[in-house]
């Protein structure tokens, strides 16, 4: 029993050994040159201004919490995609309302002007 946890703790190790050995490898060959746009803050593809604990607009929340909300519920989808072929019609109809019920929420927001950033 124990055999198999050395080939486990031998595969470890070589990966170790082959990490710290790249690592030191680039802090040797790599030159290290410094300048002053290279060690300046980028942040969106703009020069940053003002503190940097300023307040964001609502907007930029909203259009983030959107994004995560139907990401999450498009991770739904993975499971139906892969067992289509499996289901019954009405394990379908079911998908069908929920992908229904998504649109409609999506639509509500296109609509309401939640996603429109140049108001």
């Known amino acids: 029993m124990l055999s198999s946890y ?6 470890l190790v070589i990966c170790f050994l082959i990490v710290c050995f790249l690592v030191a490898l680039s802090l040797l060959i790599v ?4 300048d002053e746009e290279k060690i300046s803050i980028y942040e969106c593809g703009f020069n ?3 503190d940097s604990r300023s307040k964001f607009e609502v907007r930029f929340y909203l259009v983030a919490i959107l994004f995560i909300v139907f990401d999450l519920e498009l991770t739904f989808l993975f499971p139906w995609v892969i067992l289509i ?5 009405w394990s379908f109809v079911i998908m069908l309302v929920f992908l229904i019920i998504l649109l409609v929420g999506f639509i509500y927001e296109l609509f ?3 996603l429109d950033w140049n108001e």
């Open 6 to 11: 050395i080939l486990i703790f031998k595969y």
């Open 31 to 34: 030159p290290r040159l410094y």
């Open 48 to 50: 940053p201004y003002g």
């Open 85 to 89: 072929y499996k289901m019954t019609f």
């Open 112 to 114: 309401s002007g939640s």
